[in-house]
């Protein structure tokens, strides 16, 4: 009977694949789903980030993806939203539905979880820039009595509070009470035994829900009372005095009243839970939504991520990643540049070992994979077709249980590709033609990619085989890319080079790796002449390309070199310029001051003169007085004419540039200042001593026009802040006239305060309310105490009703 090899025998019929899901764990975008649930704040948003997947419909990778978008933004412009409770409520949900009893914890984490939606929905609701969070948080379930009715019947701790029902409330005055009267016969009681020598501490305990005294064991019998419990030691004995039983069977009695009061309590409110257990559900859904589009922001930001353009069907399918980052890779990893065009959709990649060949293979799928699943991708640019699939072979896929070889494994893996794969497929094979007869490998590889080009596949591959590279070469629909060593030094440079087949430095890595000599002399009698020669061009192709990069390095580091001095040059000569104008101010306000000094010494000269030229009148009779030697009058005319001409706005000894745009300046512009970054609000136009009022930040001020550096355009002050500067129509007011600042620290709600007083006068509106709530106090005396000062503030006064210890209204002037 003829022998049968493991990989002739029968194989059993190969999986289907959905698209994406085979290639998930050969991508490794497990770990992007592990980092991603990492930076959510709730468990609902961790189970949806670990749950998250690639998705082949163009609506929804869309919508994903604005949703990463609008999360940025939001971070970005400082932003955030209330997600609720880090636990997962729906099974407490559930068990409240099904009749059960949440406890006083959970209850509360309920109310939390629906003040966090209605305090999204109030955020959001005026955030034209998000349509989408905001569409999601519109779609909040809005249950203000059961919010209500936790409040007032839970606290924080998740204690049931006396509020809850006036029977709880008389229930647990009588416990007090029992409690009080009974704590009095035991300190007295305490008091006795301690003078007497048999109490062993002078404490009183409980045992067993009993108020107990802690005797001596010796000593019992001078104790009469009921024992409840002996010490481990045998030498106490904890005691219940005869006078305190009648007053603990009271005070236990109260107690369970009161407990069992607090379990109606309890259950009526679970009812009421399991009524809204729809609505709280979908609430739990849309927060854990909206937890995870706010981890994508935060991922992206952490990647230096960039929304990915999705090309359209219609539209030439190419690939295009500009500086792309592996996203799993860490230290200072080296950005590629990878292109896949529509003329030439094989891209095969050729070079060294530990090279990076496999590293940017799988930089195309994750990255490809990422933007499918909504995420932006680690790059300084990406252009992206929508693909059906990503279909992978990578590594070694053996398998005993299943008889499969190496080789055996790659043959499955691309049967089951070609068998599935479609002209808007993306198919990584790494190692392409391996794992067998070098020769037959190469020719089974040229004949796979040719099949692969037909069928209109994107697919990328790397292989050692020079016959394919030769084949790339020359094959129209095919292109080479390399990933090469240093030639001086060895060492990868992770860089990829498109159009030119790499080499392989089997030889050169051997020899430096301690081979002998006559080794590697040997091997290389045995090569091929037209591969030495081959060889031997590719080496000095790469030593001149490397050379040109040098240089090119060199010119843009002299580049970047030359426009940093000009630069510093233009910042040194911009502050030359505010030198020269400033001392130009300084001197002329040091000499209007010394002419007012000598003009006012004139005018006490001239009364004195006076003074003394009527007393010579007086003693002279009516002789005529001689003329002063100085005429003070003309004297006086050239000081006064002298100072104004210095203080005219047209003095200027040292020229100083004014260019004319200020003389357009109205009330309402906004314009820069020399050396403040952010753009001021003028409230008055230049007068004739050519100084504008400005509003620099809450405060008033009054600049000489000389300090204005130039006009800007009126931005949204978040987006300003932001920076991103984006118009809207002044006829919309997009400003809500309520804030909530529960859950705040004092110095975060000044901040909100102060920029949304800016906003508001901005905007034109009369009014505020500011919701901070009752507390403690210490942040409504803060907020009020802060609007007292502050100077666009006409009058506060507390909110309407019952509300009033917990809002304030604002009147603007």
């Known amino acids: 009977m003829p022998m049968v090899s493991a990989d002739e025998r029968q194989q059993p019929p190969i999986p289907s694949d959905d698209g994406f899901q085979r290639a998930l764990g050969l991508l490794e975008f497990d770990e992007i789903r592990r980092q991603l649930a990492a930076a959510t704040r709730t468990a609902v948003g961790a189970e949806a980030a670990a749950e998250l997947a690639p998705s082949d419909d163009p609506h929804d990778v869309a919508v994903r993806q604005q949703e990463t978008a609008e999360a940025r933004r ?49 955020a959001l609701v005026h955030r034209e820039d998000l349509p989408l969070l905001a569409a999601i948080t519109q779609n909040l379930p809005e249950l203000p009595d059961l919010e209500s009715a936790v409040n007032r019947t839970v606290s924080a701790a998740g204690e049931v509070l006396d509020s809850a029902s006036p029977e709880l409330a008389r229930l647990r005055r009588e416990s007090r009470s ?42 019992k019998g001078q104790a009469p009372g009921i024992v409840h419990d002996v010490s481990d030691s045998g030498a106490t004995v904890f005691i219940e005095p005869m006078p305190a039983i009648d007053l603990g069977n009271r005070w236990r009695e109260t107690r369970l009243a009161e407990q069992r009061e607090e379990e109606r309590v309890l259950r009526e409110l679970s009812s009421l839970v399991g009524g809204y257990a729809e609505d709280i559900t979908l609430m739990h859904h849309l927060l854990g939504r909206l937890d995870l589009a706010l981890a994508k922001g935060r991922y992206a930001a952490s990647l230096r991520a960039v929304t990915p353009n999705l090309l359209a069907s219609d539209v030439p399918r190419r690939l295009r990643l500009a500086g792309a980052r ?141 016959n394919v590279a030769r084949l790339a070469q020359e094959e129209p629909g095919m292109v080479n890319a390399s990933v090469d060593l240093n030639p001086r030094t060895l060492e990868p440079t992770y860089r990829l080079t498109h159009g030119v087949p790499g080499r392989s430095y089997a030889l050169t890595i051997a020899a430096r790796l301690g081979l002998p000599e006559s080794v590697i002399a040997g091997a290389q009698n045995h090569l091929e002449p037209s591969h030495v020669r081959t060889d031997r061009l590719l080496q000095e192709l790469q030593e001149e390309r490397l050379t040109v990069s040098e240089l090119r390095q060199q010119a843009e580091q002299a580049l970047d070199d030359a426009r940093r001095q000009e630069r510093e040059v233009a910042e040194r000569l911009a502050t030359v310029e505010d030198a020269k104008a400033q001392l130009v101010e300084d001197a002329r306000r040091e000499l209007a001051e010394e002419i007012t000094e000598v003009a006012t010494r004139i005018r006490q000269a001239e009364r004195s003169l006076q003074r003394q030229q009527a007393r010579q009148s007086a003693v002279a009779g009516d002789a005529p007085a001689s003329a002063p030697d100085v005429d003070l009058t003309a004297e006086r005319e050239r000081l006064a004419a002298a100072q104004r001409e210095v203080v005219s706005p047209d003095w200027t000894p040292i020229p100083v540039e004014r260019p004319p745009w ?55 002050p978040a987006a ?94």
Do not use: C
């Not at 099974?91 to 009893?101: D, E, K, T, W």
């Not at 033609?433 to 004949?447: F, H, Q, R, V, Y």
């Not at 403040?676 to 008033?700: A, L």
């Not at 984006?726 to 309520?738: I, V």
């Open 74 to 122: 939001l971070l970005d412009t400082s932003g955030a939203l209330e997600l609720g409770p880090e636990d997962d409520l729906r099974p407490a949900v559930h068990r409240a539905l099904l009749g059960g009893v949440l406890s006083g914890l959970e209850l509360r984490n309920v109310g939390a979880l629906v003040a966090a939606a209605r305090w999204n929905r109030s």
């Open 178 to 219: 029992a409690y009080s009267a009974l704590n009095d016969v035991m300190q007295r009681a305490l008091r006795r035994y301690q003078r007497s020598g048999v109490a062993q501490e002078d404490i009183v305990t409980e045992r067993n829900g009993r108020m107990v005294l802690l005797i001596k064991t010796d000593f």
């Open 326 to 466: 592996h996203p799993l890779l860490t230290g200072d990893v080296v950005p590629t540049t990878i292109v896949i065009d529509a003329g030439h959709p094989v891209l095969l990649i050729t070079g060294p070992n530990a090279g990076g060949k496999t590293v940017a293979l799988k930089t195309v799928g994750l990255l490809a994979m990422m933007a499918h699943a909504g995420l932006q991708v680690p790059a300084s640019d990406a252009d992206l077709p929508l693909f059906d699939g990503i279909y992978a072979d990578i590594g070694d896929q053996q398998s005993i249980f299943e008889s499969l070889s190496t080789f055996s494994s790659h043959v499955r893996n691309l049967q089951r590709i070609m068998d599935v794969a479609t002209d808007h497929s993306l198919i990584l094979i790494d190692e392409l033609g391996s794992a067998t007869d070098p020769e037959e490998g190469s020719a089974l590889a040229i004949a796979l990619l040719s099949h692969l080009r037909d069928a209109g596949a994107m697919v990328v591959a790397t292989t050692h085989h020079r």
């Open 662 to 716: 200020y003389h357009d300046l109205r009330a309402g512009d906004r314009v820069y200042i020399r050396g403040v970054s952010r753009p001021v609000e003028v409230v008055t136009p230049p007068n004739e001593q050519q100084e504008v009022e400005v509003i620099i930040g809450s405060m008033r001020a009054r600049l000489p026009v000389y300090q204005l550096d130039r006009p800007a355009e009126r931005v949204h």
């Open 720 to 813: 300003e802040q932001a920076g991103v500067v984006y118009r809207r129509p002044e006829s919309r007011r997009t400003l809500s006239p309520e804030v909530n600042l529960h859950g705040y620290r004092v110095d975060e709600a000044l901040n909100v305060i102060d920029s949304l007083l800016d906003d508001a006068a901005l905007e034109g509106m009369t009014s505020l309310k500011i919701v901070h709530g009752k507390g403690t106090g210490a942040l409504r005396q803060a907020i009020r105490e802060y609007l007292n000062g502050h100077p666009l503030v006409n009058t506060i006064e507390p909110g309407e009703g019952g509300s009033a210890a917990g809002v304030t209204v604002v009147q603007l002037r």
